[in-house]
Structure formats: structure tokens, C-alpha cells
């Protein structure tokens, strides 16, 4: 995938909203194989996008509706790879659980999502649909570290052969990234794969040791806490 990174207000996300049509560009043109977006139909256009947000819309349908989306007739083999990618297969493969509703509000025997599972279930919906581009923002930010690196290896899987586009705070999940763009105030800055900006020690080689550090630091407080504890 390309990846997209930089600090908070860079524009990492704007140019999500931009290729969703959301936005019009004030200047220049957005070319999608060689087209024109403006000249593309936008309806036909974001059926072609599997999109994956940090914020995740619940709907107050069942598990399985959820990630099916609009699709009437559910494709099995579709949704069982879905599951198994997405990481929800260890805890809500049944047929039991993917029929109850994602809400207590109409159902006393729904289910309450944990901030990890929900973006489990975006991540899910991308998986199941047939696109030819993934637009994913943060798209593992509430999950634990050894199920990020699950789910990063199906987004390899799962971006083959398709256009797939990706932000990230976290500079731990992008470390593989064909192409990694550094955006600063709005423009890209830095251009390359991890070994190369590495070298280059710019913005993001800064980044990439503050982050380092910083998990070492956190790593090491908490084992000093549980030993303390013990």
C-alpha cells in the first residue's frame, strides 16, 4: 500500500475527502487511471471504495447485516474470509452471534461493541466487498499490538492487485509500505519506503526514533510497575 503519514493537521485526512469527492479540489486536477474525477460519475465511483475509518458507524442491525452492508443475499465464502481477516472470527464466528442485532437499544440480547472490535467490524465490511480501491484511515488505532500485525498482513493480501491508500499515526504498521509519503503543512516532504527516508533522517526518521522511544519508555514503566506490583 501507500502510506500517508505526518503530524495532526498536515492534511493526511483531507486528501481522504478529496479522493471520496467529498471535497473539490481548489486548484489542479485528481486523476484516477488517468481520468478526471470530476468527469466521473460520483454514485459509481464510491461503489468501487472500500473505505476504513477511525470513527466506525454501528448500525442497529445484526452482526452479520453490519458488514454486508446493502448486499440482500450474503455471499458465505465472502463473509467467512471476512471474519477470519478482520480478526472477529475467534469471538463472533457462530451463527448465533452474527444474528444478533449491534445495540441493546432494540434488543435486550444485543451486542455492546468494544472500540477494538468495532473497527473490526469496519475492517470486516472492506474485506467482504469486491473493490478496486481501500481508503484506510487509522484503521487499526484501538487494536492491540499483535492483532495489528494480523490485520496488516490481510491488508497486504487483501490490496493486491488494488489501489490501496492508507494513513497511520502509528509509523510501527507501515514499516513494510511500498511507498510511504510524509505530508508537513499540506504538502508531501518526504518520499520513499522506510529504508530510504530512514536514511534520508529528515521528518520522518524524527518521528519514527520519537515514537521508538517513547514505546520503549512505556514498555519498560509498565514492567517496572508489574514487578513492583508482584
Known amino acids: 500500500?501507500?502510506?500517508?503519514?505526518?503530524?495532526?493537521?498536515?492534511?493526511?485526512?483531507?486528501?481522504?475527502?478529496?479522493?471520496?469527492?467529498?471535497?473539490?479540489?481548489?486548484?489542479?486536477?485528481i486523476l484516477v487511471n488517468g481520468i478526471d474525477l470530476?468527469?466521473?460519475d460520483t454514485d459509481s465511483y464510491r461503489k468501487?471504495?472500500?473505505?476504513?475509518?477511525?470513527?466506525?458507524?454501528?448500525?442497529?442491525?445484526?452482526?452479520?447485516?453490519?458488514?454486508?452492508?446493502?448486499d440482500v443475499e450474503i455471499?458465505?465464502?465472502?463473509?467467512?474470509?471476512?471474519?477470519?481477516?478482520?480478526?472477529?472470527?475467534?469471538?463472533?464466528?457462530?451463527?448465533?452471534?452474527l444474528d444478533k442485532e449491534l445495540t441493546k437499544e432494540f434488543s435486550p440480547d444485543g451486542i455492546v461493541f468494544s472500540g477494538g472490535n468495532m473497527q473490526k467490524v469496519a475492517i470486516a465490511r472492506a474485506f467482504y466487498q469486491d473493490v478496486s480501491m481501500l481508503l484506510l484511515d487509522e484503521m487499526t488505532s484501538a487494536l492491540d499490538p499483535e492483532t495489528e500485525l494480523k490485520i496488516m498482513d490481510s491488508v497486504k493480501e487483501l490490496g493486491a492487485g488494488r489501489v490501496t491508500v492508507m494513513i497511520s499515526h502509528k509509523l510501527s504498521c507501515v514499516k513494510?509500505?511500498?511507498?510511504?509519503l510524509f505530508l508537513k503543512d499540506g504538502?508531501?516532504?518526504?518520499?520513499?519506503?522506510?529504508?530510504?527516508?530512514?536514511?534520508?533522517?529528515?521528518?520522518?526518521?524524527?518521528?519514527?526514533?520519537?515514537?521508538s522511544e517513547k514505546f520503549e519508555k512505556e514498555t519498560r514503566r509498565s514492567t517496572l510497575e508489574g514487578e513492583a506490583w508482584l
Open 38 to 40: 470530476s468527469e466521473i
Open 176 to 180: 513494510q509500505a511500498a511507498q510511504i
Open 48 to 70: 468501487m471504495i472500500g473505505c476504513v475509518f477511525q470513527n466506525v458507524n454501528m448500525y442497529a442491525m445484526s452482526l452479520k447485516k453490519n458488514i454486508v452492508a446493502s
Open 187 to 211: 504538502c508531501v516532504c518526504e518520499a520513499g519506503n522506510h529504508t530510504e527516508l530512514m536514511e534520508k533522517r529528515g521528518y520522518y526518521y524524527q518521528l519514527f526514533r520519537y515514537q
Open 1 to 29: 500500500p501507500v502510506v500517508i503519514v505526518g503530524e495532526n493537521g498536515a492534511g493526511k485526512s483531507t486528501i481522504f475527502k478529496l479522493l471520496l469527492k467529498f471535497y473539490e479540489p481548489d486548484r489542479g486536477r
Open 75 to 97: 455471499k458465505t465464502k465472502q463473509m467467512q474470509e471476512a471474519l477470519l481477516k478482520s480478526g472477529l472470527v475467534d469471538s463472533f464466528a457462530s451463527e448465533d452471534m
